[in-house]
């Protein structure tokens, strides 16, 4: 459209009269500039356009990923409803490979417990620490075993397996980023 007006202005024919000549140019620069004006705002609006439909991706791809991680936390939660579950890390590790897109072991789930301060190594074995048994977690059975040592095996309660479901989802894969480094 503005190239047909731009076409317009050009073919406009040049009066003789002065006065008629001024208005004319002063109406030809009015359209130039009006149909620059109107090119910017075309420009624009597509620019806003194209804003519009990357945002709108955007928030399709973000409730996408929630309604994966509440399927996810719908899965972690019928597996948790028994409040008297204990799960050992292993079988924590496996209910996580079932309910999030991450493959994780025994190893691996531990590993990620220490870089997250959850666990420490105490005497070779890995413990969570009290902060996390006091807000009920896990549970840590200490028994005597041969030679008078003591064995100590670590349960994960459900509550213990909704918090580390949730930590899981939101910092794995940065964990996984620093590792690789």
Known sequence: MTTEIAAAVNKIEVPQNYEIAKVVLWATETIKKQTELLAQRDIRIKDLEIKNEEKTKLIEE???????QEKDLEFVHDITKDKETLMSIDETAKLLNGSTRHQIGQRKLISFLIHQR???RQSGYNVPYQRYINEGYFKVSARRIRGGKMSFTTKVTP???KYIHRLVARDYDKYMDMKSL
């Open 118 to 120: 959850i666990f420490t």
């Open 159 to 161: 509550k213990g397996t």
């Open 62 to 68: 973000k409730n996408k990923k929630i309604a994966i």
